[in-house]
């Protein structure tokens, strides 16, 4: 159950993209398809973005898509806005030994520049 | 859908807490709902998962055996029983709704408890 490992910053301008790696394991993103992302305003909820590697919740615009490739997913943000500035989450589904778990990553701190 | 968490506060190491989750909007049951806690400055982290029918639960290796969650699905609420707490447990613990089979997507959360470990 070591947590996934996220960079712990990335940037970009506005109207440019970012993306945020989340690399994890043979026993959970390398082995299931149940990565999410949340977005993560200090005070408040988390909110989903993606689930399931690559499918937005309803009303998470376009510009948000994810990936993965082995044991690494990616999170896309394209047209940066202001609004995208947060802290950033993945998460996978995971079995160890039977035992099933989530996992979180470190966090990524997005900054509009 | 609203999630409530409640029964957060000041506990001394070593000692216990109950959490509790209400839940309104849908029906409890048919969802299997996550236990997750934020160490302020720090990244979050899941404690602990509940099928919907209670007959499944699974933890973190960091809580496995101090924590145990529970449901009463006719209350609509959902727990969380802390013992043997330490500093480390002091956290903002989140309830939150799986989408998807207990997988850890979820899209619901409540606005968390704070729950403080100290002298």
């Known amino acids: 159950q070591s947590a996934l490992t996220q960079p712990p910053s990335a940037s970009g301008s506005p109207g440019q993209s970012v993306t945020i790696s989340c690399t994890g394991t043979s026993s959970d993103i390398g082995k299931y398809t149940y990565v999410s992302w949340y977005q993560y305003h200090p005070g408040k909820a988390p909110k989903l973005m993606i689930y399931e590697v690559t499918k937005r919740p309803s009303g998470v615009p376009d510009r948000f898509s994810g990936s993965m490739f082995g044991n690494t997913a990616s999170l896309t943000v394209s047209g940066l806005q202001a609004d995208d500035e947060a802290d950033y989450y993945c998460s996978s589904y995971g079995v160890i030994n039977n035992n099933p778990y989530v996992v979180f990553g470190g966090g990524t701190k997005v900054t509009v520049l | 859908v609203q999630l409530v968490e409640s029964g957060g506060g000041l506990v001394q190491p070593g000692g216990c807490l109950r959490l509790s989750c209400v839940a309104s909007g849908f029906t409890l049951s048919d969802y299997w709902m996550h236990w997750a806690r934020q160490v302020p400055g720090k990244g979050l982290v899941w404690v602990s998962r509940?099928?919907?029918?209670?007959?499944?639960?699974n933890y973190a290796d960091s809580v496995k055996g101090r924590f145990t969650t529970s449901r009463d699905n006719a209350r609509n609420t959902l727990y969380l029983e802390m013992c043997s707490l330490t500093a480390e447990d002091t956290a903002v613990y989140y309830c939150?709704?799986?989408?998807?089979?207990?997988?850890?997507?979820?899209?619901?959360w409540g606005q968390g408890t704070l729950v403080t470990v100290s002298s």
């Open positions: 939150g709704r799986d989408e998807v089979l207990g997988s850890g997507s979820l899209q619901h």
């Open positions: 509940i099928r919907g029918d209670g007959r499944e639960t």
